[in-house]
Nanobody, 115 residues
Framework: QVQVVESGGGLVQSGGSLRLSCVAS????????MGWYRQAPGKQRELVAA???????NYTDSVKGRFTISRDNARNTVYLQMNSLKPEDTAVYYC?????????WGQGTQVTVSS
């Protein structure tokens, strides 16, 4: 079972950038597809971006062209580079396998974008 620790969130102005990191446990991390998810207040958790073991990526429409997911298998780490941030990107961001595993949610990292 993969365990994760997310970091890199914070408060940023609209138009700014943040880079999120997710360090995962497990020696077979490189075999898993991984995803970044987010949950805004009062909304369901949604998949934002995903990356396969073969480095194929996909994004939800609202972040295409602004966010970039990447991974470093040597460091068991998945990144989410977020540019041109908007107030509607405000949420707690989580990483997990894709599709997600119930026991592999971390504590998340808060991203707040001010207008």
């Amino acid at each position: 079972q993969v365990q994760v620790v997310e970091s890199g969130g914070g408060l940023v102005q609209s138009g700014g950038s943040l880079r999120l990191s997710c360090v995962a446990s497990g020696s077979i991390f490189s075999f898993y597809a991984m995803g970044w998810y987010r949950q805004a207040p009062g909304k369901q958790r949604e998949l934002v971006a995903a990356i396969t073991s073969g480095l194929s990526t996909n994004y939800t429409d609202s972040v295409k062209g602004r966010f970039t997911i990447s991974r470093d298998n040597a460091r068991n780490t998945v990144y989410l580079q977020m540019n041109s941030l908007k107030p509607e990107d405000t949420a707690v961001y989580y990483c997990n396998r894709e599709p997600p595993r119930r026991g592999s949610w971390g504590q998340g990292t808060q991203v707040t974008v001010s207008s």
